[in-house]
């Protein structure tokens, strides 16, 4: 997507139209109780804060539970730029069972 700017006339790329607009709002939907929260983040920072706030928000600790985006296990250390979150997407929080993501081709498993 390319877009001209009425302040000057350059013309930014994609990325640079992206990093204008920092946030993201990412939903994430509880399955235990089928309710929903909404958030705002910017894109670089780790998810860890937004599973810290809603663990807060839900009353139990956040590592007792387990955040996955399009049946993908998310790590606190990836940000909504990694995962190429965008506006509404939707996480899903559960209380965590033990055991290991099995989705070996998710982002999570890239590095």
């Given amino acids: 997507m390319e877009k001209s700017s ?32 909404h958030f705002q983040i910017q894109r670089d920072v780790r998810l860890l804060k937004l599973m810290k706030k809603y663990g807060e928000l839900v009353g139990v600790d956040y590592n007792t539970l387990r955040f996955s985006y399009d049946d993908c296990c998310i790590k606190g250390d990836q940000t909504a730029e990694g995962l190429d979150l965008e ?16 989705n070996h081709t998710c982002p999570a498993f890239a590095y």
């Fill in 6 to 37: 009425s302040t000057n006339s350059k013309v930014t790329t994609e990325s640079s139209y992206r990093s204008i607009y920092a946030h993201v709002k990412i939903i994430v939907h509880n399955r235990e109780d089928d309710r929903v929260f």
């Fill in 87 to 102: 506006d509404d997407a939707e996480i899903n929080a559960f209380p965590d069972q033990g055991g290991e993501c099995t």
